[in-house]
């Protein structure tokens, strides 16, 4: 028999239900469902050295994203397009009292995909080199894949990093930083809960970190926070973030933005801002509506594969 929710899980995954709603409602469809100036650095298997041993805060912006551009080997081909996928919460198929909720995938199913993308030969991106390719000014190869995970819950530490790392991979993830926790706390696989700061400097080989709003992840009438609030709200909100971490990168809660958002981001020299309409992201395109695939247990191994291989 499975274990009785606790009170406070209803409650999250609610809100959590109340996310994918909006998205659903949005085009962020869930039932059938990002200048180069940088110096360019070669790696032997092309994958960027995020360790750090300085807080995030206290480390250069420019410093950081230099160093996380690679020129590549494209002989074998470049691509044209690049895939994203979007993840939230992981957790084992037998802790999983929840399977039909999108916003938790079964870890059994998340690590055959990471595994097939190793097999595969994939090269997972930096945001950087996501702008950049976006941009039109860096190629990137055939097989080249951005992975990122929204609003920084604890199973991100717990079970995705040791995944990404058994198969040489690399995923960015997208913070909602009043959420994080001061101290790491204990993981229990029946409660939603969040990173920490320790945890997210433990695992910032595999992982790179940026903005999903500090406090703004509500809805109001399944509408985000984000385009229902006073412009001064958003700028406090992204100021708050930005003190915390720096990142010239975004993601929308629940996917929703407009041109008044877009123009707050620009002014706050945001570079790139990710959707959740579900499309290819392309050379040329808006850079502050990136699209993403959001991979929940509605998507079969089989279109796993076609997305990942640019077939959307
Ligand atoms: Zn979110």
Not at 34 to 53: G, M, N, T
Not at 285 to 290: A, N
Request: charged content about 25%.
């Amino acid at each position: 028999m499975l274990p009785k929710p606790s009170k406070g899980l209803v409650i999250s995954l609610i809100i959590v239900l109340s996310i994918f709603t909006a998205m659903v409602a949005t085009g962020g469809s869930f039932s059938a469902s990002l200048e180069s100036d940088a110096d360019i650095y070669s790696a032997s298997k092309d994958q960027p050295s995020y360790e750090a041993s300085q807080p995030i805060k206290e480390e250069s912006l420019s410093e950081f994203y230099e160093r996380t551009v690679r020129s590549f080997d494209t002989n074998q081909g470049s691509a044209d397009v690049l895939p994203v996928l979007m993840y939230h919460h992981l957790l084992p198929a037998a802790d999983n009292i929840y399977p039909e909720e999108p916003a938790v995938l079964n870890l059994e199913i998340f690590e055959q995909q990471m595994a097939y993308l190793e097999d595969q030969g994939f090269t997972t991106l930096t945001l950087k080199e996501a702008e950049l390719f976006l941009r039109g000014e860096l190629e990137i190869p055939r097989n080249s894949i951005l992975i990122t995970f929204d609003d920084g819950y604890a199973s991100e530490a717990v079970y995705a990093a040791d995944v990404l790392r058994r198969y040489d991979l690399k995923a960015a993830s997208f913070l909602i930083t009043s959420q994080i926790e001061d101290e790491t706390e204990d993981f229990h696989p029946h409660e939603l809960s969040y990173l920490s700061w320790e945890q997210i400097q433990e695992n910032r080989d595999v992982f790179e970190y940026a903005h999903h709003s500090h406090d703004m992840h509500h809805l109001e009438e399944n509408k985000s926070l984000l385009v229902v609030c006073c412009e001064d709200t958003l700028r406090e909100d992204l100021r708050a973030s930005l003190s915390l971490l720096e990142s010239p990168y975004f993601a929308y809660p629940y996917g929703h933005k407009d041109c008044d958002v877009i123009q707050t981001l620009k002014d706050k020299d945001y570079r790139m801002a990710f959707s959740t309409r579900e499309e290819m992201a392309r050379p040329g395109e808006d850079l502050f509506r990136v699209g993403r695939f959001g991979i929940t247990y509605h998507v079969s191994f089989e279109r796993f594969q076609s997305i990942v291989h640019g077939y959307q």
